[in-house]
């Protein structure tokens, strides 16, 4: 599977983003393979080598499950119709998503909280941020964030990543050429001839003591990630309900002919209940 012939280290590969970062290039990375192959650790390398050329340390600690901290450190907080930047990173930061899944699934396209946040990655090239986001299936992000990502980084294997860049052709519809590639790898068994092919990098496992230390904050923030997302789908389903309860009572006060059976039969709830949202006891 290993050709040396395409083998790049992974510091070569750092200081090509950070070239294309100082360049004024906005830079994200989507790391895809089987769960346990090691896409954490490849990121977690690839961000402490990068950090020898930005200058900014990197840590553990950088990592995230929640797209509300993700922003945070992009944008700062609005609190009281101010920004408060305290959060924000430092310009030439790097970010580990750790499951972009949670963040940007495919099937949450209408999701607004999604849409945001794909606005602020489009429009955060001045804070020359280096992303990087691990997803099992790298196809299941939305086709709009999917868009975002520079470089697309397949683990096949434990120490083995194959990296794949878009291609620049102003006639591409699909700058991944992914039928084609697809249909490349089944025949060659390897990446090495395939279009969007950029290198491959071999490298190390964690020490003991990197390993520790991202257990440990993995375990912790990801459980606060979890629970913050229950309640923004709680908060947003306590939203939809009020406008609907409040819909049903204006359309049945405007309407007096309009009887519950009839608002009953059109949006699929009982007729006890739509006289009970009309009389304010529900």
Same mark, same amino acid.
């Not at 923004?232 to 359309?251: A, F, G, N, P």
């Not at 309407?255 to 006289?275: E, H, M, Q, W, Y």
């Given at each position: 599977?290993?050709?040396?012939?395409?083998?790049?280290?992974?510091?070569?590969?750092?200081?090509?983003?950070?070239?294309?970062?100082?360049?004024?290039?906005?830079?994200?990375?989507?790391?895809?393979?089987?769960?346990?192959?090691?896409?954490?650790?490849?990121?977690?390398?690839?961000?402490?080598?990068?950090?020898?050329?930005?200058?900014?340390?990197?840590?553990?600690?950088?990592?995230?499950?929640?797209?509300?901290?993700?922003?945070?450190?992009?944008?700062?907080?609005?609190?009281?119709?101010?920004?408060?930047?305290?959060?924000?990173?430092? /310009?030439?930061?790097?970010?580990?998503?750790?499951?972009?899944?949670?963040?940007?699934?495919?099937?949450?396209?209408?999701?607004?909280?999604?849409?945001?946040?794909?606005?602020?990655?489009?429009?955060?090239?001045?804070?020359?941020?280096?992303?990087?986001?691990?997803?099992?299936?790298?196809?299941?992000?939305?086709?709009?964030?999917?868009?975002?990502?520079?470089?697309?980084?397949?683990?096949?294997?434990?120490?083995?990543?194959?990296?794949? /860049?878009?291609?620049?052709?102003?006639?591409?519809?699909?700058?991944?050429?992914?039928?084609?590639?697809?249909?490349?790898?089944?025949?060659?068994?390897?990446?090495?001839?395939?279009?969007?092919?950029?290198?491959?990098?071999?490298?190390?496992?964690?020490?003991?003591?990197?390993?520790? /230390?991202?257990?440990?904050?993995?375990?912790?923030?990801?459980?606060?990630?979890?629970?913050?997302?229950?309640?923004?789908?709680?908060?947003?389903?306590?939203?939809?309900?009020?406008?609907?309860?409040?819909?049903?009572?204006?359309?049945?006060?405007?309407?007096?002919?309009?009887?519950?059976?009839?608002?009953?039969?059109?949006?699929?709830?009982?007729?006890?209940?739509?006289?009970?949202?009309?009389?304010?006891?529900?």
């Amino acid at each position: 599977m290993k050709n040396d012939k395409f083998v790049r280290s992974m510091d070569f590969f750092a200081e090509t983003i950070y070239k294309l970062s100082i360049s004024d290039r906005d830079i994200n990375i989507g790391v895809g393979g089987f769960t346990g192959e090691g896409k954490s650790c490849f990121l977690t390398k690839l961000f402490m080598n990068y950090s020898k050329y930005s200058s900014i340390r990197w840590g553990f600690n950088l990592m995230t499950w929640s797209r509300k901290e993700l922003m945070f450190w992009i944008d700062g907080e609005m609190k009281k119709g101010h920004r408060d930047f305290s959060k924000q990173l430092p /310009e030439y930061s790097s970010i580990l998503v750790d499951e972009l899944f949670m963040l940007f699934y495919k099937r949450n396209w209408y999701d607004e909280g999604q849409i945001d946040s794909i606005g602020t990655l489009n429009m955060c090239r001045d804070r020359h941020l280096l992303i990087g986001g691990n997803i099992p299936n790298f196809w299941d992000l939305d086709t709009a964030f999917n868009s975002r990502i520079r470089f697309y980084v397949y683990i096949p294997n434990r120490g083995v990543a194959w990296v794949f /860049e878009q291609e620049n052709n102003p006639f591409s519809n699909d700058v991944w050429n992914r039928s084609k590639n697809e249909k490349g790898f089944r025949k060659y068994k390897n990446p090495y001839l395939l279009p969007n092919f950029l290198c491959e990098i071999h490298f190390n496992d964690w020490t003991p003591g990197e390993k520790s /230390e991202y257990y440990a904050i993995r375990n912790k923030k990801r459980l606060l990630a979890l629970d913050v997302n229950k309640d923004e789908k709680i908060e947003r389903y306590t939203d939809i309900k009020k406008q609907r309860d409040d819909l049903i009572r204006v359309l049945l006060n405007t309407n007096k002919d309009l009887k519950s059976k009839d608002v009953s039969d059109i949006i699929g709830i009982s007729p006890t209940a739509i006289r009970l949202i009309r009389d304010g006891l529900r």
